[in-house]
């Protein structure tokens, strides 16, 4: 049994259980962080989640973002996904983060300044933050894991700003001098941590519970605005999937999510979403679930990129809407060195963001075919910065299927038309009568030039629904399987 000192991880969906399976595979459930927040209309939901999708994707544009060490958070409420950890007995909620790559939560004392507006990540921040337990150490300034911190900043350099002696620095040896507190920047907050290690310790169905000696961590005394740690999945060193590589290169070198379809319904939500860390037989599971006996994933290769690398990069050639094919611009294919181009899959971002030319020949597209015969919605449009959205008097909704063909032969993903298109009621208030109504859930990032120096797109989770996705890291690619998520989910808690 694990004392008080112990530096547990339990990822859970109200408190439900963690097993290992004899592969050595990690079956954990994600809870969708909108089961907890409340909207109080439909456009107010989909405004605050289009901001914040918009938000977060110009961020990775900062023009600024050289001088700074900086990763995306989630802001402010919507489709996103927690997992928990559990310190000193403690329930801490973190943000499931592609696009970061490093673990860190807040703990005391900790001064969180600006945050008493967010009132929507009240049910998430943990108070009081828990303490650091008596057998964490602080990182020493000469270790790799400091330099990763404070973007590659020689250790040489570090250990001066911890006053670590001339004469030590010279022959190496500052193990007493920790590493200097680093500095994150995201969207509209900030914040000021320490690198920590202690033990992880995830607590399993069977006996034999998973010890993680030596886990890096940050601890945040400082933040603004933002109360919420992020469990940070990225491609780095510090990243958790990282870190467990060097535990088992089995649980480290892949891992998938299967978010389950909700469409902001909040009974589906309610529902656990499978998080994989480590291989298993996706064919065995593909025939358990949907009775099938052939490989279903569609794979594109990752792109590296030198200014973000943290970032799981793919390439787009192009989007269908119905039969029409529109290319997508070269950017979109590549990354240059400058880190401009290429698509971000991203847990984190809600709505997949596109660049303007892209985004204006979908719209079009659309509009052809879909505004033909619906009366434009522009009132919905200006409440919930999504567009084009119409109204549907006839209750007949014919909207045209959309594809994403990624670099790569055969990569092509079909989706599923509640990921692209979502359907509701409007002038549910009492200042109308009640008009069916729908909006197109993909968004306008902006001109190419805007996109400068970051990533040309963002493959958001709405879009990611009922897929399997997979980060195969010793291949270095993504993929995509159409899945039922929750069955899935079931399935795995069988085996």
Known sequence: ????????????????????????????????????????????????????????????????????????????????????LTLDSQTISLYLDTGSDLVWFPCQPFECILCEGKAENTSLASYP?????????????????????HSNLPSSDLCAI?????????????????????????????????LYRDSIMIPLSNPTNLMFNNFTFGCAHTALAE????????????????????????????????????????????????????RYDHDEKERSVNGVNKPSFVYTSMLDNLKHPYFYCVGLEGISIGRKKIPAPGFLRKVDREGSGGLVVDSGTTFTMLPAALYDSVVAEFENRVGRVNQRATGIEENTGLSP????????VNVPSVVLHFVGNESSVVLPRRNYFYEFLD?????????????LMLMNGGDEAELSGGPGATLGNYQQQGFEVVYDLEKRRVGFARRQCASLWETLNQN
């Open 162 to 194: 911890s006053n670590c002696p001339l004469e030590s620095i010279e022959i190496s040896d500052c193990r007493k001098h920790s590493c200097p507190q680093f500095y994150y920047a995201y969207g509209d907050g900030s914040l000021i941590a320490h």
């Open 1 to 84: 049994m694990a004392t008080s000192h112990s530096l547990f991880l339990c990822f859970l969906l109200c408190f439900s259980h963690i097993f290992i399976s004899t592969s050595q595979t990690l079956f954990l459930p994600l809870t969708h962080f909108l089961s907890k927040t409340q909207f109080n209309s439909t456009h107010h939901l989909l405004k605050s989640t289009s901001t914040r999708s918009t938000t977060r994707f110009r961020h990775h544009h900062h023009k600024n973002s050289h001088n700074h060490r900086q990763v995306s958070l989630p802001l402010s409420p919507g489709s996103d996904y927690t997992l928990s």
């Open 129 to 149: 933050p828990p303490k650091l337990s008596i057998a964490a150490t602080p990182v020493p300034c000469k270790s790799s894991a400091c330099s990763a911190a």
């Open 227 to 278: 109360p919420v740690g992020v469990a940070g999945f990225g491609r780095g060193v510090l990243s958790l999937p990282a870190q467990l590589a060097t535990l088992s290169p089995q649980l480290g070198n892949q891992f998938s999510y299967c978010l389950v379809s909700h469409s902001f319904d909040s009974d589906r939500v309610r529902r656990p979403s499978p998080l994989i860390l480590g």
């Open 427 to 439: 002038g549910g208030d009492g200042k109308g009568k009640k008009r069916k109504a729908g909006c």
């Open 389 to 396: 959205c119409y109204y549907f008097d006839n209750n007949v």
